[in-house]
């Protein structure tokens, strides 16, 4: 098992920038596949950008694609995500993920409010 802490998150206009971090406990971090997922209100919960374990590989949704970039430091245990050109429909708390041989672990979010 893996705890995860989300920081970064806070109150941006459409249009501006911000980046969360995500660090994370214990020494095997290295193989985990790191995640992002966010919730809007009354939405459930969806996903938002992957990272493989040695950075080399990146998914993100058609949502946010050329937008946001994840990015992680396994020196320092942490995953990142930079968000760029922020829209309102970006609002939500995110969370980071942490899976590996099947199983999942989370963070227990940010919220990203962007107003209009």
């Known amino acids: 098992q893996v705890q995860l802490v989300e920081s970064g998150g806070g109150l941006v206009q459409a249009g501006g920038s911000l980046r969360l971090s995500c660090t994370a406990s214990?020494?095997?971090?290295?193989?985990?596949?790191m995640g992002w997922f966010r919730q809007a209100p009354g939405n459930e919960r969806e996903f938002v950008a992957a990272?493989?374990?040695?950075?080399?590989?990146?998914y993100y949704s058609d949502s946010v694609k050329g937008r946001f970039i994840i990015s992680r430091d396994n020196a320092k245990n942490t995953v990142y995500l930079q968000m760029n050109s922020l829209k309102p429909e970006d609002t939500g708390v995110y969370y980071c993920?942490?899976?590996?041989?099947?199983?999942?672990?989370w963070g227990k979010g940010t919220l990203v409010t962007v107003s209009s």
């Open positions: 214990g020494r095997t971090f290295s193989r985990y596949v």
């Open positions: 990272i493989g374990w040695n950075g080399g590989s990146t």
């Open positions: 993920n942490a899976r590996a041989l099947g199983r999942d672990d």
